[in-house]
Each structure stands twice: as C-alpha cells, then as structure tokens.
C-alpha cells in the first residue's frame, strides 16, 4: 500500500512482454498481477534466478509472509572467538577499515539490537553511516538498568529508541523514560532464564513495521536469540589474531551445548577477504 500498483501501469504503456524473476511472496497477491497480464493478452514469463532474488529478497520475503524481522547477528572477534580481554578490553579486535566496513551495512537494517552489558560497558552510539538513515535502536534490559544519559539517545528521535524490558523493572523507571519520549515495550512473560523473551520481542517490532534487525551484541544476547531460534544469518567479522584466554569474552555465549550433534551450523555459507580481517557469513540451520 506503500508504493501504487504497477499492473495497470504496465498495460496502459503498451508494453508486449513481462518477465518475472520470482512471483510476490505476499499472499494476499498469490500470483493475482500475473494472472491479470495475462488475461488482458500479455505474454507473461515466470521464473528466472528465482535462488538468486529469494536471497535478494530475503528480507521482504520473511516479514510479508511471518510478519516479524529478518534477523542477522554480527560478531567481531579473533580467530579463537573472543570478543573482549578478561578484563573486558574490545577495543580494537578488527581493523579500521572493517568497522567502517561492517557500520555501513547498518543502513542496510531497519533496527540494531544490543543487550544492556554491551551499553553499559562500551557506551555505542549505534548510529547509522548516514545521517539521513532512521535506524531504530533496541535495547534488552530486563530490568532497566542502563543510564538515561547513555550516547544511544543521543543524536535520534526518542521515539526510535526501543526499551525492551520486563515487570522486573521499576514503574519510576519505566515512567522516566517514557517522558523522555523513549518507546518502552514491557514483555508479558518472562523467558525461563528471566530474561525478555525475544520471540515476543521480535512479533512487537514486526508490529512496528520494522521488517530487518541487525544484532550487535554481546554474546549473551546473541546466544539468548540463537537459542529461541529468532536468527536467520550470522554475520562473523575475523581478525586473524588470537587471544589465547580460557576466561575471556566469547562472541556467543549461555547455549551451553554438552553433545557436538546439537551444535547450531550455519548453511549457504561465503568468506570474503576484507583488508586485513575475513567475514564469514551464512544462514543459520533450521530442522523445519
């Protein structure tokens, strides 16, 4: 309803022929455009590098059909899966080039995701690469913990900054943050570990219209969200260096997996040489 049809257009421009990559995936269409062209004696051809636009159109294929967002996790993190020093030094694992890289492909995203430790220890701004880009910020804080005065508030509508919290936390807090104009979702539920349950998190946004989320960490969050199955990709920038410590910060962390045959393994899988780092990108593996 954004965007007015096409189909009219194109039999009122006396064009002959259609050729379509791949039919809409929104059922409501169902093959309907089609089907009209051809009923008014256009010749209709279907079906051409259907693989290649699914992947193309991963985004808008998952939320016209499920109603929630894409859902990518990015790490970046050495070559033995560290993300931070005992002591919890993250800065810098990977190369300038590649953060300015990976923080470009944030406007690729409607939404990016971080948990509350990543904003209490690190203090992101979780902004765009352009100015002009509306990316909402969504934080998971069970229990509302993280400063009002944090650099994510800065430099952005309040309303795009999204609180995803519980009824652990306070109602003073909670009001607080709504009168800064901040959007404060409180999950109904608690999940099992007490946490926000982001499968309900992720029908909320879908709600919102935000149709792609771009996770950032940290590696509690990323494995809560591999865990409840709301990751379709992971995006794993590596530094070919190596930390070497048993108790330091891993990029995914809680899935406590005893048995090697449930290890989660990702499919469709590509590595790109970057300047002086590599990322590894695949489709998280579904038994469904």
Wanted: glycine share 8%.
């Amino acid at each position: 309803g954004r965007t007015p049809p096409c189909v009219q257009r194109i039999v009122e421009s006396g064009i002959a022929k259609v050729v379509v990559g791949m039919k809409d995936p929104n059922p409501l269409m169902d093959g309907n455009s089609v089907a009209l062209l051809r009923r008014v004696g256009l010749q209709v051809e279907v079906g051409y590098l259907t693989k290649e636009l699914e992947k193309l159109n991963e985004v808008f294929i998952k939320y016209i059909r499920k109603k929630i967002p894409f859902v990518t996790a990015k790490i970046a993190q050495t070559l033995d899966g560290k993300i931070a020093t005992v002591t919890g030094e993250s800065q810098w694992i990977t190369s300038e080039s590649t953060r300015a890289f990976s923080r470009r492909r944030r406007d690729e995203f409607d939404a990016i995701m971080v948990g509350a430790n990543t904003v209490m220890s690190d203090d992101p701004g979780l902004s765009p690469f352009h100015q002009n880009k509306r990316l909402r910020k969504v934080i998971v804080d069970s229990v509302l913990k993280i400063s009002p005065d944090a650099q994510l508030f800065k430099h952005v509508e309040p309303a795009d900054v999204i609180l995803a919290t519980t009824r652990k936390a306070s109602a003073s807090k909670i009001k607080a943050f709504l009168k800064q104009g901040v959007t404060v979702l409180v999950a109904p539920l608690l999940d099992p570990s007490g946490r926000v349950p982001l499968q309900w998190l992720m029908r909320e946004l879908g709600a919102m219209q935000i149709a792609s989320v771009l996770i950032e960490g940290g590696g509690r969050l990323i494995g809560s969200a591999l865990k409840e199955g709301v990751v379709d990709k992971m995006s794993v920038y590596i530094a070919p260096k190596i930390m070497g410590g048993q108790n330091a910060v891993s990029g995914v962390s809680g899935l406590n997996i005893k048995n090697v045959s449930d290890l989660i393994e990702l499919e469709d899988t590509t590595l790109t040489p970057l300047k002086e780092d590599f990322l590894l990108e695949g489709y998280v593996h579904r038994n469904h």
